[in-house]
C-alpha cells in the first residue's frame, strides 16, 4: 500500500522527505540513514539526499514502505 505525500511546491527533495514522512528528525540525518538503508526512487537505487522528487514519483524503503509524491501545484 502506498502512501501519498503531500507537497505544496513543484518539488522536495528526498532528504525533506524522509524528514516530512518522520522517518528521521533533522536533515542532517538524511545521509546516514541513505547510507544504512535501501532507498528506490521509481525501481532504481537512490542514495542521494538532494535527489529532487516531482509530483508521481514513487520512493520504496523495504523496511518502511512505499510512498508516493503529490503536489499540489501539479
Same mark, same amino acid.
Given at each position: =500500500?502506498? @502512501?501519498?505525500?503531500?507537497?505544496?511546491?513543484?518539488?522536495?527533495?528526498?532528504?525533506? =522527505?524522509?524528514?516530512?514522512? +518522520?522517518?528521521?528528525? @533533522? +536533515?542532517? =540525518?538524511?545521509?546516514?540513514?541513505?547510507?544504512?538503508?535501501?532507498?528506490?526512487?521509481?525501481?532504481?537505487?537512490?542514495?542521494?539526499?538532494?535527489?529532487?522528487?516531482?509530483?508521481?514519483?514513487?520512493?520504496?524503503?523495504?523496511?518502511? +514502505?512505499?510512498?508516493?509524491?503529490?503536489?499540489?501545484?501539479?
Amino acid at each position: =500500500m502506498e @502512501t501519498e505525500v503531500n507537497i505544496s511546491s513543484t518539488y522536495i527533495t528526498l532528504g525533506q =522527505m524522509l524528514k516530512e514522512i +518522520g522517518l528521521i528528525d @533533522t +536533515g542532517g =540525518m538524511a545521509k546516514w540513514f541513505l547510507s544504512e538503508h535501501e532507498v528506490f526512487l521509481n525501481n532504481e537505487f537512490e542514495n542521494r539526499r538532494g535527489k529532487k522528487l516531482y509530483n508521481g514519483d514513487v520512493i520504496t524503503i523495504p523496511s518502511h +514502505g512505499t510512498f508516493r509524491i503529490v503536489s499540489k501545484d501539479h
